[in-house]
């Protein structure tokens, strides 16, 4: 089992940055396939960003460009490194953890969440 933990959120000026963390422990965090999911209120938790084991990134479209997903098994840390924000990027952001193979855009492929960090983008 592993625990996560996110850091990194709060209050933004529109086309300013954010550097997100998520903080893993409990077992060997390279064994996972790690993302990142936002969910704003009143909607439904969407697909962010992902890294698998080997290092292969994937983006939702809206954040292609601005966003830069990372991890570093060293330290047993992912992060998201979010440039131009924008007003429509205000959501909690949680982040996930599997032990298999992947990652996947599907929130429920995931068995280990964070508690999620809020991240608000003012216009």
């Known amino acids: 089992q592993v625990q996560l933990v996110e850091s990194g959120g709060g209050l933004v000026q529109a086309g300013g940055s954010l550097r997100l963390s998520c903080a893993a422990s409990g077992r060997t965090f390279r064994s996972y396939s790690v993302g990142w999911f936002r969910q704003a209120p009143g909607k439904e938790r969407d697909f962010v960003a992902a890294i698998s084991r080997g290092f292969s990134t994937y983006y939702a479209d809206f954040v292609k460009g601005r966003f830069t997903i990372a991890r570093d098994n060293a330290n047993n840390t992912m992060l998201l490194q979010m440039n131009s924000l924008k007003p429509e990027d205000t959501a909690v952001y949680y982040c996930?953890?599997?032990?298999?193979?992947?990652?996947?855009?599907?929130?429920?492929?995931?068995?280990?969440w964070g508690q999620g960090t809020q991240v608000t983008v003012s216009s």
């Open positions: 996930a953890a599997e032990e298999s193979i992947g990652p996947s855009r599907r929130s429920s492929w995931y068995s280990y």
